[in-house]
């Protein structure tokens, strides 16, 4: 199968704390992959250096072949921050115009492409509103448009349902396997909560820098012998 991500033997330190220690992932087109831990893991730090706004101390990264950082793969990975990085000032509309005007897209397929996202996230009776009057779930929501707007092959993101209603929660993540069946997109996706673990085709559980363990959901439980992904994660010693 051929591999979008790959990740081989990274370490990354802050001055002495060592953040990542020796990682390997491999994530397949086509597949959701998640990264699940507790706050402090190291999950965003990785997703960074995934991204190329990072550089690893040690090991490599590669995004569909290239060592990241890369500027021309911009185009082709889909970011959604933890932190919102949104002009406040501007509307939702406005933001994503500016948005969709970084990248290779006409004139028509940015209108398209607004829509397209505006919609999927529910937001498209709320462009008008400046985004300082948005709620924190309708800031994540034009997170998420923002990160699919170019329509990218991976989609890398970081905690996307956090602050999102269940309803809307679960019509992300159906849209997520969507993108994934219909258009063959990559998507990496971290993540606290375990029903979303259990959604992913495969998952890596991530603790104080290292990976625990990883495996499809099913795989994992079959090897750890219980009948939960939280089961796993306690076992694995994942717990504080
Ligand atoms: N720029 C930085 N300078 C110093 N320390 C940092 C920096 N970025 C992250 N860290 C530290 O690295 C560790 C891992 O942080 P990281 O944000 O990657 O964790 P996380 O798993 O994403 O947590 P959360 O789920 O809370 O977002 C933490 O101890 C954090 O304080």
Known sequence: MERSISVD?????????KVLERIDLQVQRGEI?????????????????LVGMDIADKGTVHVLGKRMPDLDLLQSIGYMAQ??????????????QFFASLFKLSKAQQKERIAYTADLVKLANELGKKVAAYSGGMRR???????????PQI??????TVGIDPE????????????KREAGKTILVTTHVMDEAERCDRLAMVRDGRIL???????????????GLEEVFLKVGGAR
Do not use: C
């Not at 992959?33 to 190291?42: F, N």
């Not at 932190?83 to 933001?95: K, R, S, W």
């Not at 809307?168 to 993108?179: G, H, T, Y």
């Open 213 to 227: 363990t990883s495996g499809s959901p099913r795989e994992l439980m079959t090897d750890y012998q219980v009948s």
């Open 9 to 17: 033997q990274v370490s990354k330190s802050f001055g002495k704390k």
């Open 33 to 49: 992959h998640g990264l699940i831990g507790p706050s402090g893991a190291g999950k965003t730090t990785l997703v960074k250096l």
């Open 141 to 151: 929501r034009l997170s998420l448009a923002i990160a699919l707007i170019q329509d």
């Open 83 to 96: 932190a919102d990085a949104l002009y406040a000032e501007l509307t939702g509309l406005e933001n994503l």
């Open 155 to 160: 989609l890398i993101l970081d905690e996307p």
């Open 168 to 179: 809307l929660r679960l019509s992300i993540w159906n849209e997520l396997l969507r993108l």
